[in-house]
């Protein structure tokens, strides 16, 4: 009777908020589970590898496991990932170990070889490699400066655009009207103060449903925020051309960009407009699809 624990795959996506495992075995998956991210310390690579090994443990109490990759959130630099490789080599001594940026988990879960990955959900970044194989990444500055086209990046550039508008003598349009009411301030001057008493990604994030909510009011407004970070987004794609990266496809994830149309459509409208030779691709299954592809992947090189 074959030995149905082992040779056993495992593949992860640790992403901001959650942590999806799947391990598979002869093309069946044997098992999926998504927990909290919360304890994941990606600049400390003991602690990152105890997380990652703990949960393959109680998920997969008695698997032989002969190859692991990990998509990581927080792992931005081949230095970062190669830290972490070989932590988890240390303690899966047995098993074949890859660590990549979660971001990159992208391209192989859409079943391609090479492209882009482009995410804009609670944060935003592009992230390739080049024709060397080195890791490129483009954007993922953070809430408070970056992640333009991310759920707090949008809601913060409505803010300076209500500002501006304010600035310039206009009244209030749908736009700045819907982020006064949602802040309980009544001038378009008192946003800025409401905002930093609520700062961070999850607190500004949840608002970005009004810049589209007044897009689809008429704000035009609105539309200006989501066409600059439509545009902020395709230059990441176009940034990656500049830096020896092949940009013919380009796989497309996140809450806000798959789940809202009007960006989604402004993002693949510009990028054909300056890289024609992109196809833009939606990430229609779990990014943890592309962990395990790489794990496979591992087994057969």
């Known amino acids: 009777m074959p030995d149905l624990f082992s040779g056993v795959r495992v593949g992860i996506d640790v992403g901001g908020t959650k942590t999806h495992l799947r391990a598979v075995r002869g093309g069946q998956v044997l098992a999926d589970r998504v927990v909290s991210s919360e304890g994941w310390r990606p600049a400390d690579a003991a602690s990152a590898a105890a997380f990652l090994t703990d949960l393959i443990a109680t998920t997969l109490p008695d698997a032989a496991v002969d190859a692991v990759a990990v998509g990581a959130h927080g792992c931005d630099s081949s230095r970062a990932c190669d830290a972490l ?167 497309v994830a996140g809450g806000v960009i798959l789940n809202q149309p009007s960006l989604f459509d402004a993002f693949a409208r510009k990028l054909a407009a300056v890289a024609p030779v992109s196809t833009v691709h939606r990430l229609t299954v779990d990014p943890v699809v592309g962990a395990v592809r790489l794990a496979e992947c591992l087994v057969a090189s």
């Open 85 to 251: 490789a070989t932590e988890l080599v240390r303690r899966l001594p047995a098993a074949k170990c890859l660590v990549r940026n979660d971001a990159e988990l992208l391209v192989p879960a859409c079943g391609l070889a090479a492209g882009v990955g482009v995410v804009a959900g609670t944060g935003s970044v592009a992230v390739a490699r080049d024709r060397r194989g080195e890791p490129v990444f483009m954007g993922g500055w953070g809430w408070l400066i970056g992640d333009e086209g991310s759920a707090p990046g949008l809601l913060r550039e409505a803010v300076r655009a209500s500002m501006a508008a304010r600035d310039r003598g206009e009244p209030p349009d749908l736009l700045a009207t819907a982020l006064m009411g949602s802040y309980g301030v009544g001038e378009v001057a008192d946003l800025p103060e409401a905002m930093a008493g609520e700062a961070g990604a999850a607190s500004w994030g949840r608002r970005a449903e009004l810049v589209f909510e007044a897009l689809h009011g008429g704000s035009a407004l609105a539309r200006a925020v989501v066409d600059d970070a439509a545009d902020a987004l395709a230059s990441l794609v176009t940034g990656m051309a500049g830096r020896d990266v092949d940009v013919d496809d380009v796989v």
